[in-house]
């Protein structure tokens, strides 16, 4: 059991960069286009008019664009976070993938994808000028300064504003969440419907 234990601590990545492998698609960079315009302009109408009819945006019954509208769109600070929430998942890459009804869709961000494999509720990804430290405030000793992306094990959380994690190197200790992002974070999901490029979720969670 250790050496397979060993074996897959060796296979595990130690970083999960962005990166861009969602070129080469006219239609789909069109969309990606009239999303960025609706993002900037918050315009949350051009954002559901590029929504599929089964948007999902919960694990808990959330279907369709108007509950979609409903729940992020009904309140002002809820809007607000639906603009940085998908802004920020729009700033870390896209990749494609395959469902297991065989069927592409492409995700943002990146780690959603290149993330497969690994733990989803426990891995963490440290964002660039993260910092490890001994204990859970920003006045305790620095241990490391972490390199950008690096693949972060969640040892706890308690869902507070701390992650005591491990590094694939074996180091300790703990990270601000403000500094670190989960593979389950929000996530801009497309898929084709009717011949065309929709978005098909926008969700966090599994």
């Known amino acids: 059991m250790l050496s397979v234990a060993i ?3 060796a296979a595990a990545p130690l970083r999960l960069p962005p990166v861009e492998l ?3 698609d006219a239609e789909f960079v069109q969309v ?3 999303l960025d315009k609706a993002v900037a302009a918050r315009d949350v109408d051009g954002l559901i008019a590029l ?3 089964d948007v999902r945006f919960s694990f808990g019954g959330g279907v ?3 509950g979609f509208k409903q729940r992020w769109a009904s309140a002002p600070q809820e809007r607000t976070r639906l603009w940085d929430e998908i802004g920020q998942a729009m700033q870390l890459g896209c990749a494609k993938a395959v469902d297991g009804q ?3 869709y492409r995700a943002m961000p990146t780690i959603f994808v290149t993330g497969d494999g690994l733990d989803g509720f426990s891995t963490w990804v440290a964002r660039p000028g993260s910092v490890l430290r001994a204990k859970p405030s920003n006045r305790a000793k620095a241990k490391m300064r972490l390199p950008a992306w690096t693949v972060l ?3 706890e959380h308690d869902g507070g504003d701390w992650i005591e994690a491990r590094t694939p190197k074996g180091s300790r ?3 601000s969440t403000a500094q670190a992002r989960s593979l389950l974070d929000y996530r801009v999901v497309f898929g084709r419907r009717d011949g065309r490029w929709r978005i098909t979720a926008f969700v966090a969670g599994d």
Do not use: D, I, P, T
Request: charged share 40%.
């Open 64 to 66: 369709g664009r108007e």
């Open 32 to 34: 990606r286009e009239q």
């Open 22 to 24: 969602c070129g080469g």
């Open 51 to 53: 929504m599929s009819e």
């Open 102 to 104: 065989g069927r592409e």
């Open 7 to 9: 074996a897959l601590a």
């Open 173 to 175: 200790g703990f990270v």
């Open 153 to 155: 094990e969640e040892v």
